[in-house]
DNA sequence: ACCGTATATGCCTTGACACGTACATGCCCT
DNA sequence: AGGGCATGTACGTGTCAAGGCATATACGGT
């Protein structure tokens, strides 16, 4: 019903996350993917496939291998959703901002 | 492991979902949401734990009525998710944008 | 052609979760 | 105090998806 379901129940899985954070850095073949989340390569491949059909990521074929990389517009319509609600918080932190303004570096630690 | 993981499996949940739009037009109480979602009371309650123990909304009793609200900060942590994604497919628009600010309207008077 | 490697798929079991029904709790009104 | 309304909770059930194992497919080297 809506869209963005769909795409927040294929996100609603740790292994699935833990792929795409690797593919954040780049690229990745099958066999990497397998050493490094330490998930039997089956499970990988069928996390694949999910991410496949959701258009998060992108197969390029080499020789056997196959790369994976990442498709991050797929998220864009999470951004979407996300948006309206973004919207309410920022305008609180804006209302903050503001008073960090009137009453400035009231401890700057923050990244 | 993913602290996001978490907050995505609540969001996952087309029910969950709709709650949250509903709650962002305002406050509202469970019976109103019962009525909008067209889902029984018992269920409608249950997601509303859910979404409670995930500091989505928070309650506000009036009497014998429990209203509802919305807590957008809580989808901040998603927004903090997403940034670095959003970095990357902003990034190719912003790639577009630079070739179309270079090659002003390509074609927008043909199709 | 054969074998080893790399990846995908099929079947089965198990666990998590959403729903429905029934019941418990809490609050207001008379 | 009692009855009705609004909401939360417990239990049993069905469904769906993730994981493991075995196997199938594709490719390269010899």
């Not at 795409?20 to 050493?35: N, T, W, Y």
């Amino acid at each position: 019903m809506t869209p963005s379901h769909r795409l927040l129940a294929v996100l609603a899985e740790p292994t699935r996350l833990r792929i795409l954070d690797v593919l954040l850095a780049g690229p990745c073949a099958v066999g990497e993917l397998v050493e490094l989340l330490g998930v039997t390569q089956p499970a990988t491949s069928k996390h694949l496939r999910v991410l496949r059909a959701a258009r998060l990521v992108h197969v390029h074929p080499d020789a056997q291998r196959r790369v994976y990389a990442l498709r991050p517009e797929g998220l864009a319509e999470l951004d979407a959703w996300l948006a309206p609600y973004r919207r309410l918080w920022e305008g609180r932190l804006d209302a903050l901002e503001a008073h960090l303004d009137a009453n400035p570096d009231p401890g700057r630690s923050l990244s």
